[in-house]
Nanobody, 124 residues
Framework: QVQLVESGGGLVQAGASLRLSCAAS????????MGWFRQAPGKEREFVAA????????YYADSVKGRFTISRDNTKNTVDLQMNILKPEDTANYYC?????????????????WGQGTQVTVSS
């Protein structure tokens, strides 16, 4: 059993920065990848960023590339998402997820465990 808890969301103005954190707990934690997804009201859940647990290769959605940075600490079982130059269109509930399968890293289908989400709201 794996549990994920996100933190760090909030209400900020456009151009500001936020750092989201995800802490994993359980008997063991050895995913092949960790990812961040977001979902706004009335929209599909979309990929934001992902990182391979071993090796640290990163992946980003085009909409956040150059503004967001994902990182992980294998010794602490945490993954962070540094978000800079936030825009109103970044407003969404952000979810941390762990993948143990072999599905494409950018799709939510292959992620087995999800956190409760943390709300990010960016005003104009």
């Amino acid at each position: 059993q794996v549990q994920l808890v996100e933190s760090g969301g909030g209400l900020v103005q456009a151009g500001a920065s936020l750092r989201l954190s995800c802490a994993a707990s359980g008997r063991t934690f050895s995913p092949n990848a960790m990812g961040w997804f977001r979902q706004a009201p009335g929209k599909e859940r979309e990929f934001v960023a992902a990182i391979r647990w071993s090796g640290g290769t990163t992946y980003y959605a085009d909409s956040v590339k150059g503004r967001f940075t994902i990182s992980r600490d294998n010794t602490k079982n945490t993954v962070d998402l540094q978000m800079n130059i936030l825009k109103p269109e970044d407003t969404a509930n952000y979810y941390c997820a762990a993948r143990f399968g072999s599905v494409l890293i950018t799709t939510p289908r292959g992620y087995n465990y999800w956190g409760q989400g943390t709300q990010v709201t960016v005003s104009s």
